[in-house]
């Protein structure tokens, strides 16, 4: 299995333009979440979707930031207008949810340098 | 309220050491607990995990975790660290379906 694919790997935008990092799970996998990781907050969990349907946004900073899984296979985490405090590496994991035994898996990430 | 501490921030070892990274949880419900790896500019990879049963669990590398319901603690051990070992350890507790993580701990292992 490739295991979580994450791109792209790395961006660098100016303050004020939309992001859209993507995601595709481990396939079977029916759950999948979205962190964002800094030096000064370690690792926030951001959306937790199962089945495709988000279940937990309480992690999603503003408004600025929408999360999507139209499909089993692929997930979006956009940020629009982006802003330099939304530097930060997003990890994207993924898991079988089952019985409580589920193991998350993670993504490479994506380095996000918003300027 | 889920909790997970890492009391240790910052560990600095010789080659040949012993490990020993601590890590607390507070959670009421069964408890899934979890350590996660973080080697520089890299993703988060699972160290080892336990659901039920033996409360001694060996993982990848040499690590291990012992669950020690009575203290709420789940520390990690390894009896001779490398200096590949250098990275970030993360514990984890699953709650409902979240997992909370700790705030890891830096481990500088020297040659």
């Known amino acids: 299995d490739a295991g979580v694919i994450q791109s792209p790997r790395h961006e660098v935008t100016e303050m004020g333009q939309e992001v859209t990092l993507r995601c595709k799970p481990i396939?079977?996998?029916?759950?999948l979440f979205w962190y964002r990781q800094t030096m000064m907050r370690g690792l926030e969990l951001l959306i937790y979707?199962?089945?495709?349907?988000?279940?937990?946004d309480s992690g999603m900073p503003e408004d600025r930031f929408s999360a999507k899984m139209p499909n089993a296979s692929f997930s979006t985490l956009k940020i629009q207008p982006s802003e330099p405090r939304d530097s930060a590496v997003y990890f994207c994991?993924?898991?079988?949810?089952?019985?409580?035994?589920?193991?998350?898996?993670f993504g490479p990430g994506t380095r996000l340098t918003v300027l | 309220a889920q909790s997970v501490s890492q009391h240790n921030h910052h560990v600095i070892l010789s080659e040949a050491a012993s490990l020993e990274l601590g890590c607390n949880y507070s959670?009421?419900?069964?408890?899934?607990l979890f350590w996660y790896v973080q080697y520089p500019g890299q993703h988060l990879q699972l160290l080892l995990k336990?659901?039920?049963?033996?409360?001694l669990v060996k993982g990848i590398k040499g690590f291990e975790a012992e669950f020690i319901k009575s203290k709420f603690s789940f520390n990690l051990r390894k009896p001779s660290v490398q200096w590949s070992d250098t990275a970030e350890y993360f514990c984890?507790?699953?709650?409902?379906?979240?997992?909370?993580f700790g705030t890891g701990t830096r481990l500088k292992v020297l040659a």
């Open positions: 984890a507790v699953r709650g409902t379906y979240k997992y909370i």
């Open positions: 396939s079977g996998h029916n759950s």
């Open positions: 979707f199962n089945n495709n349907v988000p279940i937990d």
């Open positions: 994991a993924s898991s079988f949810f089952q019985a409580g035994t589920d193991t998350q898996y």
């Open positions: 959670y009421g419900g069964t408890v899934n």
């Open positions: 336990y659901f039920s049963g033996d409360p």
